[in-house]
T-cell receptor
């Protein structure tokens, strides 16, 4: 079975550039989550969607971050403009419904120079 | 506040030994707990979960114990193998609530051959 698919796996770009991370959740999963992982702060929830609708974006660090889910099989996380402190691994996860385990993709390793 | 923490940041064991990874949680309302395993360069992988109406749950070579009285969770790995080397996270949530998972900071398990 296909798991959560994220792209790109690695992204290196200069500060000030726009970055777009992509996620395809597991088919049939109603919940989609975006996380950021750093050594200092661990895994942080940025935003999550239920049936394509953003439910809680309180973890989004700044207005430079935005996320969309135009349909049940695709979501994007965008950073504009990017800054060096945004360097981290970004994970997408999905779950069948709220009471079920979240299944994670293998992440996008983002480096902002 | 709501938090999940791990007692041991690192654990080194010999192949074939049993491993025990501990986790403390502070939200007495949490009723669903999950253990994840994260290998280098990959996303967290679901291992086992437990709901608050249970004290113990067993999987293949893994057992999770829940002590609600002292808000403590543990993961036991039997006959630890080199492939078990990874970072382990516990996570908690309140089902029917925000659907957010609160993750601990992680503990690195190293299995020596």
């Amino acid at each position: 079975d296909a798991g959560v698919i994220q792209s790109p796996r690695h992204e290196v770009t200069e500060m000030g550039q726009e970055v777009t991370l992509r996620c395809k959740p597991i088919s049939g999963h109603d919940y989609l989550f975006w996380y950021r992982q750093t050594m200092m702060r661990g895994l942080e929830l940025l935003i999550y969607f239920n049936n394509n609708v953003p439910i809680d974006d309180s973890g989004m660090p700044e207005d430079r971050f935005s996320a969309k889910m135009p349909n049940a099989s695709f979501s994007t996380l965008k950073i504009q403009p990017s800054e060096p402190r945004d360097s981290a691994v970004y994970f997408c996860a999905s779950s069948l419904w709220g009471g079920q385990p979240q299944h994670f993709g293998d992440g996008t390793r983002l480096s902002i120079l | 506040g709501e938090s999940v923490g791990l007692h041991l940041p690192t654990l080194s064991v010999q192949e074939g030994d049993n491993s025990i990874i501990n986790c403390a949680y502070s939200n007495s309302a949490s009723d669903y707990f999950i253990w994840y395993k994260q290998e280098s360069g990959k996303g967290p992988q679901f291992i086992i979960d437990i709901r608050s109406n249970m004290d113990k749950r067993q999987g293949q070579r893994v057992t999770v114990l829940l002590n609600k009285t002292v808000k403590h969770l543990s993961l036991q790995i039997a006959a630890t193998q080199p492939g078990d080397s990874a970072v382990y996270f516990c996570a908690e949530t309140v089902q029917g609530g925000s659907e957010k998972l609160v993750f601990g900071k992680g503990m690195k398990l190293t299995v020596n051959p």
